[in-house]
């Protein structure tokens, strides 16, 4: 398997994510109780898997392996990609608080949780979408079999380091059962 190619069936599960979190803000928004449990797991899934783990494969490994074939950092697409990754982790931070504003009763928190939601589900969307269609057509176009395999084994021994053992698992079962939950 390709490094993208991990990243774009990593790019899956978060689309998935954005989708689950844009039905819970609906229930929110229609007043329903949602578990504070689900929050707790989709706020550990944005900062450990998309952040620590997704975000940690493309900052430590492929960007500067992309940067070593030629493709800019500033003024390029790998610093858009980087600026779209900090903002993402300003809209976690600031998710996280809404979601403790809600388990604490606050009345504003869902509408602040709701909003917040929908600039990371737009943010991620497009972002991945760039990545897709642009940057990982790059990097499979640029980077020769060799690097592309020493990428695939960072990926993995970054999995291992950040994440933990089974954790990427735990995190598709959370997945499968809030997609049950609230998708289907």
């Not at 994510?17 to 039905?23: D, G, R, S, T």
């Not at 819970?24 to 504070?36: K, P, R, Y």
């Not at 972002?127 to 990428?151: C, G, Q």
Request: aromatic share 6%; with cysteine; hydrophobic share 40%.
């Amino acid at each position: 398997m390709k490094s993208t190619d991990e990243l774009k069936n990593e790019h899956e599960g978060i689309l998935l994510m954005l989708k689950i979190i844009k039905a819970i803000s609906a229930n929110m928004e229609q007043g329903d109780q949602v578990s504070a449990t689900h929050l707790d797991g989709i706020m550990e899934f944005l900062s450990v898997f998309v952040d620590r783990c997704h975000h940690g494969k493309e900052e430590d490994f492929l960007f500067p392996a992309l940067e070593a074939t030629g493709i800019l950092r500033e003024g390029g697409p790998i610093g858009v990609m980087l600026s779209e990754h900090q903002r993402g982790r300003e809209i976690v931070a600031k998710l996280k608080e809404a979601v403790n504003l809600y388990k604490s009763g606050n009345q504003n928190a869902p509408a602040d949780f709701t909003r917040l939601a929908a600039d990371y589900i737009s943010l991620l969307t497009q972002h991945i979408d760039k990545e897709n269609n642009v940057l990982f057509p790059m990097a499979d176009a640029r980077l020769d079999p060799a690097e592309d395999i020493r990428l695939f084994e960072s990926f993995e021994k970054l999995e291992k380091e950040r994440i933990g053992p089974g954790k990427h698992e735990e995190f598709h079962g959370l997945l499968s059962h809030l997609e049950k939950e609230y998708i289907v």
